[in-house]
C-alpha cells in the first residue's frame, strides 16, 4: 500500500490565485514528520516546509503553509498568491519513527498560468 | 547556499563500464546520506541508506553489488554503479539529514549509451 498518496497528477492555477495541493499519508507510527519538496526542471530538491506529528501548530514559511489534519492524515500544501515561478513538480513525502529516510508521493506538477 | 553538493551532475558512459557518484555534505557531518534514482516523469525512489563506518542498507529491490555504496567518511559517500547498462540511465540524487530536514544534493544526469 503506499503511504504517501497525491491524487492529482497536474494542476493549472492562474498567477496570483492560491492553490492547495493534496496529499495524505499512511502511518502506525505516532512520530513522523511530513515535508514538502519543490523540484523544478533543473532537478534540483528544494525543500520547502515540514510538519512535525505532535506538533500542535500547522506549519508555515512564507507563501507556504502546511493544512495539518492529523485524524484525517491529511497534509495538504497551500501556495498563497502564486507566482509564475511556482510553476514545478511538487512532492509530499514522510519520515516514520526514529529513522531519518523520508519516502516520497508520486508527485504533482503545478502549472501556473499568466 | 547549497549543503551538499554531487559529483559529476552529468556523466555519458559506455556500456559495460562503471561509474562513480560522489555526494559531499558540505558544512555538516552526515553518519547516514541516502541514495535515490528518478526516471524521468516518476518520484524520486530510495535506493539505500549509506552508513559511515558500517555496510549500506538496501531497499527491497535493489541490486547491492550493481549500485555499491561507500561511506568514506562524515562527509563523503559514494555510489558506483557497476558494469552500467543502458536501463540505469537515470537521474541519482543524494541526501543528509541535518536538524530535522533532509538536503538533497542537485543529481546526477547519467546516460550509459
Known amino acids: 500500500a503506499q503511504k504517501i498518496t497525491q491524487t492529482q497528477p497536474g494542476m493549472f492555477v492562474q498567477e496570483k490565485e492560491a492553490v492547495t495541493l493534496d496529499c495524505t499519508y499512511d502511518?502506525?507510527?505516532?512520530?513522523?514528520?511530513l515535508f514538502w519538496y519543490k523540484q523544478p526542471s533543473s532537478g534540483e530538491m528544494i525543500f520547502l516546509i515540514y510538519?512535525?506529528?505532535?506538533?500542535?501548530q500547522n506549519a508555515t514559511e512564507g507563501r507556504y503553509s502546511l493544512n495539518f489534519q492529523k485524524a484525517r492524515k491529511s497534509a495538504n500544501l497551500v501556495i498563497s498568491a502564486s507566482q509564475l515561478g511556482d510553476s514545478a513538480m511538487y512532492f509530499c513525502?514522510?519520515?516514520?519513527?526514529?529513522?531519518?529516510?523520508?519516502?516520497f508521493g508520486k508527485g504533482t506538477r503545478l502549472h501556473i498560468l499568466p | 547556499g547549497a549543503v551538499v553538493s554531487q559529483h559529476p551532475s552529468r556523466v555519458i558512459c559506455k556500456s559495460g563500464t562503471s561509474v562513480k557518484i560522489e555526494c559531499r555534505s558540505l558544512?555538516?557531518?552526515?553518519?547516514?546520506m541516502f541514495w535515490y534514482r528518478q526516471f524521468p516523469k516518476q518520484s524520486l525512489m530510495l535506493m539505500a541508506t549509506?552508513?559511515?563506518?558500517?555496510?549500506?542498507?538496501?531497499e527491497q529491490g535493489v541490486e547491492k553489488d550493481k549500485f555499491l555504496i561507500n561511506h568514506a567518511s562524515l562527509t563523503l559517500s559514494t555510489l558506483t554503479v557497476t558494469s552500467a547498462h543502458p536501463e540505469d540511465s537515470s537521474f541519482y540524487i543524494c541526501?543528509?539529514?541535518?536538524?530535522?530536514?533532509?538536503?538533497f544534493g542537485p543529481g546526477t544526469r547519467l546516460l550509459v549509451l
Open positions: 513525502a514522510m519520515r516514520e519513527g526514529r529513522d531519518d529516510k523520508i519516502i
Open positions: 502511518t502506525s507510527d505516532p512520530s513522523y514528520g
Open positions: 541526501s543528509a539529514p541535518r536538524i530535522g530536514t533532509q538536503y
Open positions: 558544512d555538516f557531518q552526515a553518519t547516514t
Open positions: 549509506s552508513n559511515e563506518g558500517s555496510k549500506a542498507t538496501y
Open positions: 510538519q512535525g506529528s505532535y506538533d500542535q
